[in-house]
């Protein structure tokens, strides 16, 4: 069965420091999310993506936070001067192409933040 | 604004007893609910969902689920527990008008032989 697959597994990486969270969607999906669970807390949406663009994005994706889909195959989660806080696990998704379809989730990957 | 409570962080049950996992949601517009289980190092799996059809969702693994409107409940049940049902399990709710999931904070559920 088609796979979201997301890495690394594992990134850690000093306070201040730029970081991109690789994912590959399963390739027939048009909706793509980024979700992610800060140790012991609830499961965060962050932002969707279709199109090409932001469709929705949460309050705690602000201006250190970015997304791209950089060549078809490829969703990226770029934090830009990482703190931190931002150290969680970030889960990767994508779904087909009905309101109703499910959401595929990747293994994610643990971020750390020294 | 929507929410998921789910009551009970751990639960723990017996090899082959009923399995009772609570979620109540709150909306102020029809939702839809979903049951997301983890396994150990592993991302989210989808296990039934809830979109204005039968109220009562069957899901893999034989699990279920009832929505009911009176008691904005979703409840996950399971008739016999197996050991390979020890995961975390989230209750999580989306509407009509909106892409994203928001979760509940999880129920370790761990089976004992």
């Known amino acids: 069965e088609p796979e979201v697959t997301q890495t690394p597994s594992h990134q850690v990486t000093q306070m201040g420091q730029e970081v991109i969270l690789r994912c590959v969607p399963i390739s027939n999906h048009l909706y793509f999310y980024w979700y992610r669970q800060i140790l012991g807390q609830k499961v965060e949406f962050l932002v969707s993506?279709?199109?090409?663009?932001?469709?929705?994005k949460s309050e705690i994706f602000d201006d250190q936070f970015s997304v791209e889909r950089p060549d078809g195959s490829n969703f990226t989660l770029k934090i830009r001067s990482t703190k931190l806080e931002d150290s969680a696990m970030y889960f990767c998704?994508?779904?087909?192409?009905?309101?109703?379809?499910?959401?595929?989730f990747g293994n994610g990957t643990r971020l750390t933040v020294t | 604004a929507q929410s998921v409570t789910q009551l009970g962080s751990h639960v723990s049950v017996s090899e082959g007893a009923l399995v009772l996992l609570r979620c109540n949601y709150s909306?102020?517009?029809?939702?839809?609910l979903f049951w997301y289980v983890q396994y150990p190092n592993q991302g989210l799996q989808l296990l039934l969902k809830?979109?204005?059809?039968?109220?009562l969702v069957k899901g893999i693994n034989g699990f279920e689920a009832e929505f009911k409107k009176s008691e904005t409940s979703f409840h996950l049940t399971k008739p016999s527990a197996h050991m390979s049902d020890a995961a975390e399990y989230f209750c999580a709710v989306r509407t009509y008008n909106t892409d994203k999931l928001i979760f509940g904070t999880g129920t370790r559920l761990q089976v004992f032989p």
């Open positions: 909306s102020s517009v029809p939702p839809y």
């Open positions: 993506f279709y199109n090409n663009e932001i469709s929705e």
């Open positions: 809830y979109t204005s059809a039968a109220t």
């Open positions: 998704a994508s779904k087909g192409g009905t309101a109703n379809s499910p959401l595929h």
